[in-house]
């Protein structure tokens, strides 16, 4: 069984920056594909960004490409996710996941991730 655990959401202006922090337990962590998916009040949740078991995959959707960037310390079993410029339409609950692969589409899929963390307010202010 693996529990995650979010941190670092809050308040901030557009145009500042956050940094979300997910902190797994479980010895199998190295073996999962992290991911960060964002939830607004009245939609779906959406998919923000994944990375491979290794690092050496990252995928981003196109709304946060370029501004939001994933990285993960296997060694420390956290997950991170460095979010800057943000936009009032970034305001939502920020979960990261862990699921064991799939194709790229498959990995945009909420359904393909098992485990998920409580979230964290991300609110930002115009």
């Known amino acids: 069984q693996v529990q995650l655990a979010e941190s670092g959401g809050g308040l901030v202006q557009a145009g500042n920056s956050l940094r979300l922090s997910c902190a797994a337990s479980?010895?199998?962590?190295?073996?999962?594909?992290i991911a960060w998916f964002r939830q607004a009040p009245g939609k779906e949740r959406e998919f923000v960004a994944m990375i491979s078991p290794t690092g050496s995959f990252k995928n981003y959707a196109d709304s946060v490409k370029g501004r939001f960037t994933i990285s993960r310390d296997n060694a420390k079993n956290t997950g991170d996710l460095q979010m800057n410029s943000l936009k009032p339409e970034d305001t939502a609950v920020y979960y990261c996941?862990?699921?064991?692969?799939?194709?790229?589409?498959?990995?945009?899929?909420?359904?393909?991730?098992?485990?998920w963390g409580q979230g964290t307010q991300v609110t930002v202010s115009s």
């Open positions: 996941s862990l699921g064991l692969g799939g194709s790229l589409r498959d990995l945009e899929r909420p359904e393909k991730y098992a485990y």
């Open positions: 479980g010895r199998t962590f190295s073996t999962y594909v």
